[in-house]
Structures are given as structure tokens and as C-alpha cells.
């Protein structure tokens, strides 16, 4: 066991850990940069590997660096990460953090509803509905790959709206419903190779998905959703009480 | 566009859909076990192969079966399917869905508490903590690999329980703390080597992270908890509000 004693001067293995943070936070590692090997660190240093793995271990918990088996350890992205203990979209969180948030609008159309979606926006198997997809990129990075799928009926005039500057809970509120609640199930899943070429990854690599309905004020469902997001560079804050 | 017209029958792909619904239901196509092909089908039926895949989405939207790109199309595993609308524990959840539930202690051991973990709980670096590692089956499968790390000072009884069959947190009660709030990051990560061995996976394979850290009633933080889930096996729901 170590002791934190300031008259003994710091552990070690925390000298390492900040020269690694301020080596990453001054900018000579970069993001994605391997770090030197713990054999390299420890001569670099003159310290046993055991120091710098201990040092190191404390930067993995941050998430400042991560660790690929058998190809070593790099330095982390930044994440979006979006607190989720109450219900915001992307755009008000990017915002909120700094982060530029652009969307590209991939595809645009109407056709019937499939089985599943049609429960949950509560219309009819086959009755119209408008899918919207779109790509959104944080600080010019694809970060997620957007589907939604909204009841026609509701929203026929989506068609005529600029997709890519405008959100869609302000253009469902200009049309009378206000975003109010959405259930949305999380699992981990891997990208398959339309996601891996559009969010710039490799084939099967981790995605953060998420399915789900949004509801209006007044209960209507107004949009069913499915949400692939680069697990590198994204995650999700909730707080839960018992 | 399909018209639902009860009077000239249902269409094909709900047929198609529901004969494959009706298979796997019956038990004829196994969990994990794959899909004949597009072409068998449509032949089989007697139908285009445009018809099956349509039928097959609809499944796909449920979960019911799952797409591997370049590989075919499978039977999906149940999921345990965790409502965090509310804070529960695995073992709430599971047995409300009549899931038994078994838990492997890999590993218990006292040792100072790194960095973050320090901060989370608001002990200092250094301080002791106690570990506890370890893996869930739900139905005998492995689902999660669950770290727990408490302050010493408060649960140093934890050390003699029995830390398979008794809950953690029906433990904190009895040393006087209840769990009230958690707070918690979600991630998509891949499966390292130790994760796969563990939980029966591939190496790479997508895991739904957890990093939590659990509150008294009196606000203490009791626990600091990385959970690794199969992302094959595993999902949240929320709901949120705005």
C-alpha cells in the first residue's frame, strides 16, 4: 500500500500519471496517439513497469486514455456526452458544451409503416409515414447516424422544411405538439458496413443504439426513432432514484 | 404501397412474417440459429425475394431476429430487458421477469483506492477500499461482469458475508445506509480478452458499459461500480422528461 505523505514528496507512479495528463492536455500526445510502451515509460523515467501501469490505470478510469488488447494503450476522443436525467436532443447539449454540431440530411421519404413502427406511433400497419435521415457530425466529426420516422398525417408540411438547419421538436411545436416525454431503450451493438462507412469506423465496431418514441403533451406519439452512435465518441449520463 | 384489405386476404410479407414468427415461436428455428436464405424462402413460399425481406423487417424492427452483415440473418437471444425509469437491481428486474439469477464472486480484495474511484466515493486517494468482483448469469448465461469498489471504513462486515447470495445493497441497509439515487455513463466498448473468456463472447465484441456510482438516503456515495453487459444480451429502457 502507498501513503499519500507530503513530506515524503508524491508517489511515483502519480509523478507519471501527470506528466502523462500534462504530455496529453499540452498536445505532444494527440488524440488517437499511441502512448510510448510501459517498458519505454518506465526507462524514460527510471521506474518499474509496475509505477507506470498504476499511473497509467488512473488515466484508463478518467477516460483520458483507453487500452486495445494486445495493441497498447492511446489517447481517448472527447465524447459527447449527453445527460440524460432529463430529455434534451443533441443539438442543446452539443451547445451547451461548445461543441459544433452540423446535420446532413440523407434521405427523405414517404412510405407505409412497418409492424413495429406503426405500434408505437399508434397508427395503422401501412398507413404513411415520413422517415427523416440524417447525419450529425460534432465538431465535424459523424457521430450519429439519425432515423426518424414521423406520422404523415401529422407532419406532412416536414416535406417542405430545410431538414438540416432546423430541429425537428421545433418544427413539430410550430405545428402544435410540444415535446414532452420519450422511452427509449440502450444496447450495444455492432456497426454493420453502412453505419461503419458513414460514421468513418470500422466494420463491427461498438455502436451505443437507441430506439425510441417520442410523445407530445397531449400523449400522441409523434415520432419513433433509431439512433447508432459511435461508442468511441459518445455517452449517455442518467441518474435514477430508487 | 400495400393496401391492409381484410376482404382480398392479407398480404404476403405478414404471411411470410408470421410463418417465421410462427417457427421461431414453436420453437422449430432455434435461438442463434439462422434464417434459410432469402432465395430458400422466397422459394419455399413461393414468393419475391423482395416479399421475404419485407416480412423479415418487420422482425428485425422487433428484436425477434438480427442481421449479420455478409453472414445471414439469426434467431435473437431474450435480452434482459432492465427498466431504469426507476433504480432497480439486476436481481428486482430478473426475477420479475422470471429470469433466474445466479452470481460468481471472482474476486474480493482490499487495496487503496486509485484516483477516480477516490473522487467518486469522496475518500482520498490511497484510502482503502474494498472490491468486489463479480459475474451474472441470467438463465445460467453470462450477462454482466459487475466491479464493485466500497469504502472499507464503512462496509469492512461486507468481508465475511456471503457476497453470492445476499444483494449489496440489502447489505449497505443492514450496516445502515439505503440506496436511494445513482448516477450514471452508459457506453458502447468492444470486448477485451478477459471480458470475452469471461462472458462467452468474441474478443470485440459489443458491450453495453456501465460506470455508476450509488448514493445513500444521507447523500453518501456507497458504492462505485464499472458493469460490463453482452450487448447480445442486454438492454435499458428509460424514460425521460423534459
Known amino acids: 500500500m502507498f501513503v499519500l505523505d507530503k513530506k515524503e514528496g508524491i508517489p511515483f507512479y502519480v509523478k507519471i500519471r501527470e506528466a502523462l495528463r500534462a504530455e496529453i492536455e499540452g498536445g505532444n500526445l494527440k488524440r488517437g496517439q499511441k502512448l510510448p510502451s510501459e517498458e519505454e515509460l518506465a526507462n524514460q523515467y527510471g ?36 445527460d440524460h436525467s432529463r430529455l434534451t436532443n443533441f443539438f442543446e447539449t452539443a451547445s451547451k458544451e461548445g461543441i459544433s454540431v452540423q ?16 405500434k408505437a406511433l399508434d397508427i395503422a400497419e401501412g398507413d404513411l409515414i415520413i422517415r427523416i435521415k440524417t447525419l450529425r457530425y460534432a465538431d465535424d466529426v459523424p457521430v450519429t447516424l439519425h432515423e426518424a420516422y414521423v406520422p404523415h398525417v401529422l407532419f406532412v408540411k416536414l416535406l417542405e422544411e430545410d431538414l438540416e438547419t432546423q430541429h425537428l421538436w421545433t418544427l413539430y411545436e410550430r405545428y402544435g405538439y410540444r415535446v414532452k416525454r420519450a422511452v427509449q431503450k440502450l444496447e450495444a451493438r455492432e456497426a454493420d458496413h453502412e453505419l461503419a462507412v458513414l460514421l468513418q469506423i470500422e466494420e463491427g465496431a461498438p455502436i ?25 465518441r459518445y455517452s449517455l449520463t442518467v441518474t435514477l432514484e430508487r
Chains 1, 2 share one sequence.
Open 47 to 82: 521506474v518499474s513497469r509496475m509505477t507506470v501501469r498504476q499511473g497509467i490505470a488512473d488515466l484508463i478510469d478518467e477516460g483520458l486514455v483507453y487500452r486495445r488488447h494486445g495493441v497498447g494503450t492511446f489517447v481517448a476522443f472527447p465524447h459527447v456526452e449527453r
Open 103 to 118: 446535420a446532413r440530411l440523407l434521405d427523405l421519404e414517404v412510405s407505409p409503416a412497418r409492424q413495429r413502427i406503426a
Open 208 to 232: 451505443l443504439f437507441k430506439e425510441r418514441v417520442i410523445y407530445a403533451e397531449d400523449g400522441t406519439p409523434v415520432e419513433f426513432t433509431y439512433c447508432y452512435n459511435r461508442g468511441d
